[in-house]
Structures are given as structure tokens and as C-alpha cells.
């Protein structure tokens, strides 16, 4: 290796870890990624799935968290609040939960963590939306093969919920995206790319 504006070489041994959200193949096809680069940081592909389709890691990765965050102090999570986070799409993934665990922290008086103390977006999933008079109600129905796994089928449900919320959402704002985004609690970036992924065209709610 040589450094920048350097005349000498020298030998180094490192091992590149490098993470993404983007699909860097269909970059490269696109012009948008060098394919030089790409070549050289793809020799081991390891996909790690979004919070919403590994739900059963919910429980360990809450408890880790509170670890982290409020080390010592026993605290533990009441089973509607964990029953209402299950229900959850997480469209932030992990740092959204991590989040949550903090913004619960802060709020929580006892040793528990209450329904209460979840950010409201959070709290009321566990519950069915209320459906404006005269809307009729979209429920995610997953219809499971015979061969399909639990994994695949809470993947489904989750992906069915995800797109079913987003049009709620879309439906009560007008097609806003900024108000949309903000009753979701993510930044508009972030919830563009949710309707870019399902397919949405927020102009027809306009």
C-alpha cells in the first residue's frame, strides 16, 4: 500500500467489513456503484434479515438492550408491552427498537416496562386500528402453504401488515408524506423508501 502522497510502499494485512442497505449488484448495473470496488468487497455475502422478519430475536435483542442501557437495575418488560412490540413492523429495524427501549426507559417509574412507556406507534399495534367511518377494514390475511416455515410465514404477515399500514397511513394524511412520515415516527427518506419497496404511488390518495 502507498500512501497519499507518499513514495514509499508497504505492507499491510486488514479485512474489510463493509455493510449496506442498498442492493450494490443492481448499483453497479445502474452505474451507481463502481464494479471494480464491488468486486473486491463481495467475496462473502451475508444477508442479515430486518427485525420485522426475525421477530423471535425481539425478546434476547430487548433484553440485551436493557442491559446496555440501564445495566443492573432488573428491569423487565411487561407481556402486553412485549406482545405489542411483536405486533410491530419495525420499519426503523434494530436502532428503532433500541429507540423504543430507551424512550420507555425514560418514562418508566418501576422495575417494568408497561405498555404505557412505549412510544405510542409502538403501544397501539397491539390493538386493532380504529377504521374511519364508512373505510373498510385491511387486514393482512397470510395464507400458509403447506411447506412454507414459521419463518416465511411471519415474514408474509409482516410484509402484508407493513403495506396495509402504509396505505392507512397514506388514506388519513391525503397523501401527505410529511404528515405520513411523522404519524409513523421516521423521517421522510426512510418512508419513501417503505412505498418505493410495496409498490405505492402516494399521488393517488391526493
Do not use: C
Not at 29 to 50: C, H, K, S, T, Y
Not at 78 to 86: F, I, P, R, V, W
Not at 112 to 136: C, D, K, N, V, Y
Amino acid at each position: 500500500m502507498r500512501a497519499v502522497g507518499s513514495d514509499s510502499a508497504r505492507s499491510v494485512d486488514v479485512r474489510v467489513i463493509a455493510a449496506t442497505n442498498v442492493d450494490l449488484s443492481r448499483a453497479v448495473q445502474e452505474g451507481r456503484f463502481r464494479a471494480d470496488l464491488f468486486f473486491r468487497l463481495n467475496v462473502v455475502n451475508l444477508r442479515v434479515a430486518p427485525l420485522r422478519e426475525r421477530l423471535d430475536d425481539l425478546p434476547l435483542l430487548a433484553q440485551a438492550m436493557l442491559q446496555r442501557h440501564a445495566p443492573g437495575l432488573g428491569i423487565t418488560i411487561a407481556q402486553d408491552a412485549l406482545e405489542a412490540m411483536e405486533a410491530y413492523a419495525w420499519p426503523g429495524n434494530v436502532r428503532e427498537l433500541e429507540n423504543a427501549i430507551q424512550h420507555a426507559l425514560a418514562l418508566t417509574t418501576t422495575h417494568e416496562i408497561s405498555l404505557a412507556s412505549l412510544p405510542g406507534a409502538i403501544a397501539t399495534s397491539r390493538q386493532p386500528a380504529r377504521m374511519p367511518q364508512g373505510s373498510s377494514p385491511m387486514v393482512p390475511i397470510v395464507v400458509a402453504d403447506a411447506d412454507m416455515s414459521l419463518t416465511e410465514a411471519k415474514r408474509r404477515a409482516a410484509a402484508d401488515f407493513e403495506r396495509a399500514y402504509l396505505l392507512r397511513l397514506l388514506e388519513q394524511s391525503k397523501g401527505s408524506i410529511a404528515s405520513a412520515a411523522r404519524q409513523a415516527g421516521i423521517d421522510r427518506t426512510n418512508f419513501r423508501r417503505l412505498l418505493h419497496r410495496h409498490g405505492i404511488d402516494s399521488s393517488r390518495f391526493k
